[in-house]
């Protein structure tokens, strides 16, 4: 598995590449009203072809920087929704649920920072697919526009103090530099 500073997503299902595209867009857009995006490194190597959950948790437990691991496997191509396994690496190894590709963006964001634990969005799932939240709005999750230009629309930095303090602790912990 490659070391990256993001977490990744792994293709281990290679029948469909235009599927595969469509996913990497639909992860990587912004979604929501506050734009969420996903910061993660998509895998595409063959050599994961077929690779079960149980193979990937014996082979990344202890070896990763990251709590979790999203999952592009055979029923996510299969699937209309298009669901990806999430497994949890750190508090228990090997759970997992699914998630539709538009909610991949709150799970990064909130497990990366360790805002929220794996297990509340396991528990959160209906059946093994993680929706949203109880509760949560319509449009919490939809795509609010293209990744591209999301890219070159440059977000107005927070204007409390708390917003301040909390994306430069954020970056803090991701490993950036400061803005």
């Not at 506050?34 to 079960?52: E, I, L, P, R, W």
């Not at 920087?65 to 999952?71: E, L, R, T």
């Not at 690496?89 to 990366?112: H, Y």
């Not at 920072?113 to 939240?133: C, K, L, P, T, V």
């Amino acid at each position: 598995m490659p070391d990256t500073k993001d977490p990744i997503v792994l293709r281990t299902d290679f029948t469909d590449d235009q599927a595969w595209s469509r996913l990497c867009t639909l992860i990587t857009s912004p979604t929501g009203r506050d734009g969420f995006v996903a910061c993660v490194v998509f895998v595409d190597d063959a050599s994961f072809a077929n690779v079960t959950a149980e193979v990937l948790c014996l082979g990344t437990s202890g070896n990763q920087g990251h709590s979790f691991i999203v999952v592009a496997d055979a029923r996510t191509f299969s699937e209309p929704e298009q669901t990806l396994l999430v497994m949890d690496l750190c508090d228990e190894p090997g759970r997992t649920f699914r998630a539709l590709p538009t909610r991949i963006q709150a799970i990064e964001n909130n497990l990366s920072i360790a805002n929220m634990a794996f297990a509340e969005f396991a528990e959160a799932a209906e059946g093994d697919i993680f929706r949203g939240f109880p509760g949560e709005k319509k449009g919490t999750y939809e795509v609010t526009s293209t990744p591209h230009s999301a890219a070159r629309k440059k977000p107005s930095p927070p204007k409390t103090l708390l917003g301040r303090a909390l994306i430069y602790i954020y970056k803090l912990l991701r490993g950036r530099p400061r803005a």
